[in-house]
């Protein structure tokens, strides 16, 4: 670790930010403004979200399209499905994969729209929206071509290893199939590592567009490219990261409970979570800065005037009696 490493600090910006949290929602309280930057924080991709588990629509067997199933009291049957069936299928599929696309898109957007109500301390939608329009284009353009190359190579690697090894065959020997789970689990701890690796540099490319109004490509090479060469601050920044996010999530359910669920929907959960939401934000610019003015995105407008509550004043000095 040299020696720009060592002034690299994760508590101190963490007390900063919680001040510049205090600032931009309680320094005064604006009711119109929590709900702009919450809306903000909403479609940039802060909130939860639901599971699906497709093996509850049951198992389909070969390739004619024949369900089997076994129902108590009934015989074992064999189901073909209906060409609409199909093409409902196809036609309920292609939709979800638009609206996936969609918010895929207007969560890039965004990020710079969240990212500049932090900065410029507003609770402005439409004008970033406007001003950031080819820093988040680019962002999702990127983001997207990354997604599908990752899972064409997913495609290609278990169509290499998994299926000359039979691992999908019910006639193959114990070790052709032991070597396909082991090539597979190897390609999915490298998978995971990437994974983590480029949710990481994604996190800052976002700030660092923003300050630079550069595209995706060179926001990702130079974050890259600084990560790799200080990787000293960014682990304690995830370890660090990890222990804020689980206790956001404590104190989201906690939320969520005492609210009988309601803390939980879309938005509602944004709102009721807006300040550690902003705390974290503002943590994370505030962190980057410290690696240099193109780090900073207040480099141009200043960091927004932290507010210190008026000291109590002194208590009145006794009157000495005559």
């Known amino acids: 670790m040299n020696g720009h490493e060592n002034r690299i600090q994760i508590f101190e910006p963490f007390g900063a930010a919680y001040e510049l949290m205090k600032t931009i929602l309680f320094r005064p309280f604006d009711m119109a403004k929590w709900f702009a930057i919450a809306f903000a924080a909403f479609i940039s991709g802060s909130w939860g979200g639901g599971g699906f588990n497709p093996g509850r629509l049951g198992r389909f067997g070969s390739g004619n399209w024949k369900y089997r199933s076994t129902t108590h009291g009934y015989t ?159 682990v304690l920044y995830v370890l660090f990261g990890i222990v804020l996010v689980i206790a956001v999530g404590i104190v989201g359910t906690v939320i969520s409970c005492l609210t009988c669920c309601i803390g939980a929907l879309p938005y509602i959960s944004t709102v009721l979570l807006l300040p550690a939401i902003v705390w974290l934000a503002g943590f994370k610019l505030l962190f980057l800065r410290q690696f240099g003015d193109q780090y900073d995105v207040w480099a141009t407008v200043g960091l927004p005037p932290v507010a210190v509550p008026p000291a109590a004043p002194p208590p009145a000095a006794p009157i000495a009696p005559a």
């Not at 199909?86 to 898109?105: D, H, N």
């Not at 090894?165 to 590592?193: D, K, M, R």
Request: include cysteine; glycine fraction near 8%; aromatic fraction near 14%.
């Open 76 to 234: 074992p049957g064999d189901w073909t499905m209906p060409a609409w069936g199909i093409a409902l299928i196809i036609i309920a599929g292609l939709v979800v994969l638009v609206l996936a696309v969609l918010l895929m898109w207007v969560a890039a957007r965004g990020r710079f729209i969240f990212t500049d109500c932090v900065v410029k301390n507003r609770g402005a939608i439409a004008e970033p929206w406007r001003e950031f329009r080819r820093e988040g284009n680019s962002f999702f353009l990127f983001s997207f071509a990354v997604a599908v190359v990752a899972m064409f190579l997913t495609a290609i690697v278990i169509l290499i290893v998994a299926v000359p090894l039979g691992l999908f065959s019910t006639h193959h020997g114990s070790g052709f199939g032991a070597a396909a789970i082991i090539a597979l689990i190897i390609f999915g701890l490298v998978w995971v590592a990437f994974a983590l690796f480029f949710a990481l540099v994604s996190q800052f490319m976002i700030p660092v567009m923003y300050r630079r109004r550069c595209s995706a490509r060179e926001a990702f090479l130079d974050v890259a490219k600084l990560l790799l060469h200080q990787p000293g601050p960014f």
